[in-house]
């Protein structure tokens, strides 16, 4: 009796570990650096890409948009999104120290408000950050995408007055102005 329920809980712990590692293998939505070198600067932007799977991404929350307008978005999915400067930065037109934040947004059909928090390297990003924390908010508009982007991606494209960090899914593109200080 005692070797069936060692055996049984031999298959059940091993059905487990198979799960933990299959989900860190294959994620649904996996985890991405996006990086920006020139001059000096370094940014650096860790988060996780989730798919739009054929899901209405922004609008209101009674349509049951994924990521309803006037409510925290982590830009991303899973754990927090992070953002790293090598040194001191425009972000938006607004100043900025080097260091690591959490960025998170909340979007609206026009615009996007972006925030920089202190409270970075957090895992769990579905829990809202401590507001208190938020370094710098800027509104920055929305444009719409010529094509629609399956997965959520941020990427970085440098201009002559510094850097574009663009947020893109969907059928829309956000873009945060950078430049050094």
């Not at 992070?82 to 998170?104: C, E, H, W």
């Not at 202190?118 to 829990?127: H, L």
């Not at 201009?159 to 945060?176: A, E, L, P, Y």
């Amino acid at each position: 009796m005692v070797k069936k329920i060692l055996i049984g809980l031999g298959i059940v712990l091993l059905a487990i570990v198979g799960f933990l590692v299959y989900s860190n293998l294959f994620p649904k939505s996996p985890r991405k650096v996006s990086e920006f070198s020139h001059q000096g600067l370094n940014i650096k932007v860790t988060y996780s890409q989730p798919f739009k799977k054929g899901r209405l991404i922004f609008g209101e929350e009674k349509d049951k948009a994924l990521q309803p307008y006037g409510k925290y978005w982590r830009l991303g999915a899973n754990a927090t999104t992070d953002i790293t400067f090598s040194k001191d930065v425009s972000f938006a037109g607004k100043p900025i120290k080097s260091g690591t934040y959490r960025m998170y947004a909340v979007p609206g059909p026009t615009s996007f408000q972006v925030s920089l928090n202190s409270e970075a390297g957090v895992f769990f990003g579905a829990r809202e950050p401590d507001y208190t924390k938020d370094v710098i908010k800027v509104d920055v508009p929305v444009r719409e995408s010529p094509t629609e982007t399956e997965q959520f991606i941020i990427n970085f494209a440098s201009d002559s007055t510094g850097v574009n960090m663009d947020f893109v899914w969907d059928k829309i593109i956000v873009r945060v102005p950078i430049t050094l200080q």
